[in-house]
């Protein structure tokens, strides 16, 4: 059974970091793309940050010159999402996406709460 592991979760103050990790037990050749995305309370999940196997990244408006993703280079299962600048309209609950040619597995999710 395939496995996404998230952790880095947490409460933090605005102006603060924060960084995501999402590990695949997925054979490294099997996967293409891999994403974040986030869900608010009464919101509708949308996408955060996506990255392609050969390193093309895809941001939401909102979070462009704040958050960064990365893979792991030697892995490839592994999925990193760096939060800087925070804000308390971050706050919310992170889903590791993990895309193959067949499907596409979700994380447990992780939260992320960003006080004022």
């Known amino acids: 059974q395939v496995q996404l592991v998230e952790s880095g979760g947490g409460l933090v103050q605005a102006g603060g970091s924060l960084r995501l990790s999402c590990a695949a037990s997925?054979?490294?050749?099997?996967?293409?793309?891999m994403g974040w995305y986030r869900q608010a309370p009464g919101k509708q999940r949308e996408l955060v940050a996506s990255?392609?196997?050969?390193?093309?990244?895809?941001y939401a408006d909102s979070v462009k010159g704040r958050f960064t993703i990365s893979r792991d280079n030697t892995k490839n299962t592994v999925v990193y999402l760096q939060m800087n600048s925070l804000k308390p309209e971050d706050t919310a609950v992170y889903y590791c996406?993990?895309?193959?040619?067949?499907?596409?597995?979700w994380g447990q999710g992780t939260q992320v709460t960003v006080s004022s």
């Open positions: 996406n993990v895309a193959t040619i067949f499907t596409h597995y």
């Open positions: 997925l054979s490294s050749f099997s996967i293409n793309d």
């Open positions: 990255i392609t196997r050969s390193g093309s990244t895809n």
